[in-house]
């Protein structure tokens, strides 16, 4: 994986400004540690930062192809997994090639097919092409958004960057949110809108959208999106197809010239990834697979289960790497490292986020990044196969709302009067939720509970997943590693999509038919678990230290936050909240102490990126 930044202006000559690129392109070091490289050519400048993941020794970016008298520049962030099958009918079609890498596939795919090109990739990605016949750039973000790509539409120019941190260290952008932006942190986050950059001058490039800019200006489209189809296989034929076709997405994803590993929690998700990697390594004699888990220091003692968080890791980690005779590593996270990494979390976001489940998962991957550039992880098959408890539980399915989020007349309470006028947080969620509703592909005929866990699953995918998947890029390239998720493979996701709910409850438990997918993969015990969220710590110093942390912004007078929020209101929930507050504040880890946690956020990142509101 990779960092990628850039600028197009028209009518100026940009190459007084290779200071100010090579600045923005440094941003993004932690994403790319192993190189560097920039290319101006009027209008257009490309930055890269490189994790060298393919072929090392060659590949660098932004790389050129030179064909006649037409020239393709490209800055890429991802992989293609289906880079050798493009390879070969390149090579057919006269293409030479001078590297094994896949960016090289990807110029010379844009090369041939122009932005055709990405309805044949399979993989997650972000890039941008200077295409000099056209005279524009072309830039495309994969199809479920595992990579990432925020932008800046001004006047003749074009600012992008793989997170915002990238943009903003251009002179055009200025730190600001406005009434939306200010809405999308209190009332939808940490998740956000789909295309929403939160900053007042940023904006997202969609998953499975792509944009052209030219003279003529920038135009975006969709290149793909979920669709209603009709689904017609059995039980039976339905688990043949999904075992197969998760099988070739992880054999697909192990390929790498670098060290890879599993994230192992014990549970349904990662076991079957783990599964099935070990399967190939023992018959492509690559040797024992690495896995990778975490928990942290005090569980064992403190840990209490309810009706989110059902059972403890531990034992089924054993257990499966027992079974699979992985080497595996355990990483263990104290309170006080938790507590200091909120800050590097929020740098590395750009944003508030999900508090102690990115401080962890950051922790957790600098330690990971020890042992290997490449982890495969069990991202999205909750999001995909029904699993979480909004998926079953009425209240939260009927609740009018987006189910992993129902407090928001909570959430309101908590912001000062004049934010609460400014910004209407119940009208603006109520307002994104039926612009969601309004997406969500019919199936003609389809009614009552079919049609509703259509709608759930649709929300889900589009809506909650890319909460997770922004975390685990966020995080996870903040310590310099690259997470694949094989749950995202789009093949999968359309075919898992039209799995009527009745066959995806096959044995009438969650995720059914993705259980029945992986007999005699797993053993039974692992397979039919009840699900089990990712592991957050349960020590009561964590809550101690992040609402002394709370309180402390409160009783400072100079904390921008303070015009924002209802201090007296959050001082008495500080007062009354302990360590059993399992009522989610969002998804089914944020609860009180993560409350607590965002808030101080919220002010840490007002203060250090100097956040003005309009």
């Not at 986050?189 to 920038?218: F, N, W």
């Not at 990662?270 to 888990?293: D, E, I, M, P, W």
Request: proline share 5%.
């Amino acid at each position: 994986m990779c960092g990628i930044t850039g600028f197009i202006e028209w009518g100026r000559d940009l190459t007084q400004d290779s200071e100010l690129l090579v600045n923005m392109t440094e941003t993004l070091s932690k994403r790319g540690p192993d190189a560097h490289g920039t290319w101006i050519s009027n209008p257009c400048a490309f930055g890269h930062r490189r994790l060298s993941v393919m072929d090392p020794e060659n590949g660098a970016q932004p790389m050129i192809f030179q064909q006649e008298d037409a020239l393709f520049s490209i800055v890429y962030n991802g992989e293609i997994y289906n880079a050798n099958e493009l390879k070969k009918e390149l090579l057919q079609r006269g293409h030479h090639f001078r590297t094994d890498c896949d960016t090289e596939v990807l110029l010379h795919s844009y090369a041939e097919w122009g932005p055709g090109c990405v309805d044949r990739l399979n993989g997650i990605f972000a890039f941008a092409v200077w295409d000099s016949v056209q005279q524009h750039v072309f830039l495309a973000r994969d199809r479920l958004g595992v990579k990432p790509l925020f932008y800046s539409d001004q006047d003749g120019l074009l600012i992008f960057g793989s997170e915002p941190k990238a943009i903003l260290q251009h002179p055009k952008v200025e730190a600001s949110v406005d009434a939306e932006g200010l809405a999308e942190i209190f009332a939808i986050g940490p998740a956000r809108t789909p295309g929403h950059g939160v900053y007042k001058e940023l904006k997202e490039l969609r998953p499975g959208h792509a944009m052209i800019y030219s003279q003529a200006g920038l135009r975006i489209y969709a290149y793909w999106k979920l669709e209603s189809t009709r689904h017609e296989d059995s039980v039976e034929q339905t688990a043949e197809k999904l075992r197969a076709l998760l099988t070739d997405t992880v054999e697909r994803q192990l390929i790498s010239d670098v060290p890879l590993c599993t994230l192992l929690s014990g549970g349904l998700d990662s076991s079957a990834l783990t599964a099935l990697a070990v399967n190939y390594y023992k018959q492509t004699g690559q040797g024992q697979v690495h896995t990778f888990s975490v928990d942290y220091v005090g569980n064992d003692k403190h840990f209490k289960e309810h009706i989110f968080q059902p059972g403890a890791d531990g034992p089924w980690i054993k257990r499966m790497v027992e079974e699979l005779q992985t080497e595996h590593h355990y990483v263990l996270i104290d309170t006080d490292d938790l507590v200091e990494a909120l800050d590097e979390a929020t740098r590395v976001r750009d944003l508030p986020g999900m508090v102690d489940v990115d401080s962890s998962l950051l922790l957790f991957c600098h330690e990971i990044k020890k042992e290997a550039t490449v982890a495969l992880s069990g991202e999205a098959a909750d999001e995909i196969f029904g699993g979480y408890p909004w998926f079953h539980r009425k209240e939260l399915r009927d609740s009018g709302t987006f189910p992993w989020s129902v407090s928001s007349p909570f959430r309101a309470e908590l912001l000062s009067p004049e934010l609460r006028e400014h910004i209407k947080p119940l009208d603006y969620v109520d307002q994104r939720y039926r612009e969601a509703l309004a997406e969500v592909p019919e199936l003609e005929g389809e009614t009552g509970d079919d049609a509703k866990m259509r709608m759930i699953s649709y929300l889900n995918i589009t809506r909650f997943m890319p909460t997770l998947l922004d975390r685990k890029d966020r995080m996870s390239m903040g310590a310099g590693l690259e997470v694949r998720v094989p749950y995202c493979d789009h093949r999968l996701v359309e075919y898992v999509f039209n799995i009527p709910w009745n066959i995806k409850m096959t044995g009438d438990r969650e995720k059914g038919i993705l259980r029945k997918a992986l007999e005699g993969l797993l053993p039974d015990d692992v397979l039919y678990r009840k699900k089990s969220p990712y592991p957050k710590t349960h020590n009561p110093a964590y809550l101690d230290a992040v609402r002394d942390q709370m309180l402390a912004v409160l009783d400072d007078p100079s904390s921008p936050i303070l015009p924002l929020i209802d201090s007296a209101k959050l001082r008495e929930i500080a007062a009354a909240t302990d360590s059993t507050s399992h009522l989610p504040w969002f998804s089914q880890l944020m609860s009180g102490p993560q409350l607590f946690a965002y808030m101080t956020q919220i002010n840490r990142w007002l203060k250090d990126y100097k956040v003005s509101i309009r």
